[in-house]
């Protein structure tokens, strides 16, 4: 999984950390005490991936000390940014690369003394192959890649980048509004601030009917467009426009990494923000409300394997991981309107397979001793049943410290391969695990999204994936509603400022 990020993030201000108190819901009237004996604010963020943890950052910067900040995650921090251990030495397996256009993520790399990492192997080569041939084939060297890429694709390659530029351009105008303090209660709010018309409108039409809009070769876009969005969401071109336009972004050179792994990202946000990790699985999240209560409580129930049951209440909660179809598990009750109701949506199922091992070329209709390309991916489905093929490199990469004779190959595909597959891939191998994610969302025609509001004090994070599953993606989404939970705590009204912001100082 390939995916992208955008612009910038500062140096936060934390404050001593204020602990949750935890205490049982006994009637109403005993939580509406209760209120008024703890902490001013008490916050539960449900899900511990790069957009909870990055909530939980940003809500301590908004809220400062007065905050109690608690995060449930019943699995390993990072959620979609995980490591997997092969061949003696651990490989990305979720979220790959950032875009240099990151500024966000820049800035956490910059402010947790996180290293950066290229993300390209020793050769970089690519090969686009239809089940049959390669139909393009980049070469060592640049000059000759361009020449190639110039004769099969003409002055696309270059309007390629004007167009990206340009959709980048004003993508990065979301920062500016951020770090003002505004906020947006919906998706399309989010779109409408950056791209205005033009940006919604991608929201509802496939990314090859925009390609054609923009003057692009129906080659390009069964070429090069596919790659790009099979490579990053397992979808072909006539997924939704605007993630297909964040796939081809994705496609663009300087890509990098976190030496060391992208789950670096989530550990510290969580770490810097305070926040009491709980490592338990959310069973539901209920109203509960008195008479004279000016917000509503919100009371949390999750299961811990050691103690059973357990609850506590909260003033504002964040869930930050996809209730779409009850995929979280999670039963929202007490609330005056269905919560779920409306949230309908599938994810993709994407198998990463991670093989120590020697490839076949001849599948390929390559000679036995020929050289395959270090990266393939397919165009369009074929009896292989791979996305793409792929060397890949350990995530503390050193090209003099590698051993070259352990090479470990990435394959996305839509199952798990059968063994005639992996014959027909690998002449031989060693080592093999295969890993089953529900990675993103299938991103068909839709004509409503979720919104970043639930109900009173229940937000949603987790509903900018809708828009493009990304990194930065995530991040923009969690900043937005931290902002949005100051100013329901506050009184405010969305898109009412937030006070000077401290983000941007360095990018």
């Avoid at 990065?172 to 950056?194: H, L, N, P, V, W």
């Avoid at 069964?222 to 993630?243: C, H, K, S, V, W």
Wanted: glycine share 10%; net charge negative.
């Amino acid at each position: 999984m390939l995916p992208i990020s955008y612009w910038s993030v500062l140096a936060l201000i934390f404050c001593t950390y204020v602990g949750p108190l935890s205490y049982s819901l006994q009637t109403l009237e005993s939580v509406e005490n209760l209120r008024e004996q703890r902490s001013p604010v008490k916050i539960a963020i449900v899900g511990g991936g790069i957009g909870g943890t990055s909530n939980a950052f940003f809500l301590r910067d908004l809220f400062g000390e007065e905050a109690a900040i608690t995060l449930f995650e019943k699995n390993t921090i990072g959620g979609r940014l995980a490591t997997v251990s092969i061949a003696g030495a651990q490989y990305e397996m979720g979220g790959s690369i950032i875009h240099p256009r990151n500024l966000y993520m820049k800035q956490f790399l910059q402010d947790f003394g996180l290293k950066e990492r290229e993300t390209k192997g020793t050769d970089g080569t690519l090969g686009i192959y239809n089940g049959e041939e390669f139909l393009f084939q980049s070469s060592r060297y640049s000059l000759l890649t361009l020449i190639k890429m110039l004769w099969r694709y003409g002055f696309d390659i270059f309007r390629l980048n004007w167009t990206i530029d340009k959709v980048l351009n004003k993508f990065a105008r979301i920062y500016d509004f951020q770090d003002g303090g505004q906020s947006f209660t919906d998706i399309e709010g989010i779109m409408k601030a950056m791209g205005g018309e033009e940006f919604i409108g991608w929201l509802h039409k496939p990314l090859d009917v925009v390609l054609r809009e923009e003057g692009f070769s129906e080659r390009f876009i069964q070429e090069l467009a596919a790659i790009a969005t099979r490579a990053n969401y397992g979808q072909n071109p006539d997924m939704m426009g605007f993630a297909g336009m964040v796939s081809l972004a994705g496609a663009m050179p300087g890509l990098w990494s976190i030496e060391g792994g992208n789950k670096l990202v989530p550990q510290q946000l969580l770490q810097r923000s305070g926040a009491t990790l709980m490592q338990s699985q959310v069973q539901s999240v209920e109203r509960v409300t008195g008479k004279s209560a000016e917000k509503p409580i919100l009371r949390v129930t999750w299961n811990e394997p050691a103690k059973g049951d357990q609850s506590d209440v909260f003033d504002i909660v964040m869930i930050a991981s996809p209730i779409e179809d009850n995929l979280s598990g999670i039963a929202f009750t007490g609330f005056d309107h269905p919560i779920t109701a409306n949230f309908t949506g599938d994810y993709r199922h994407t198998v990463a397979s991670f093989i120590e091992g020697r490839q076949r070329p001849s599948t390929f209709g390559i000679s036995p001793k020929g050289q395959l390309p270090g990266s393939i991916i397919t165009n369009a489905e074929v009896p292989l049943n791979i996305r793409t093929l792929a060397k890949n490199y350990p995530v503390d990469y050193n090209p003099e410290t590698f051993n070259a004779s352990r090479q470990v190959y990435k394959v996305f595909s839509t199952g798990v391969l059968n063994d005639t597959q992996m014959d027909a891939l690998f002449e031989s191998y060693s080592e093999v695990t295969h890993h089953d994610w529900l990675a993103y969302p299938y991103y068909h025609e839709r004509k409503t999204f979720p919104g970043f509001v639930l109900s009173e004090g229940l937000f949603y994070p987790n509903a900018i994936e809708w828009a493009a599953s990304a990194m930065e993606m995530a991040v923009i989404g969690s900043r937005n509603s931290a902002i949005l939970a100051y100013q329901y705590w506050h009184g405010e009204s969305p898109k009412g400022k937030v006070g000077t912001s401290r983000t941007r100082q360095e990018l």
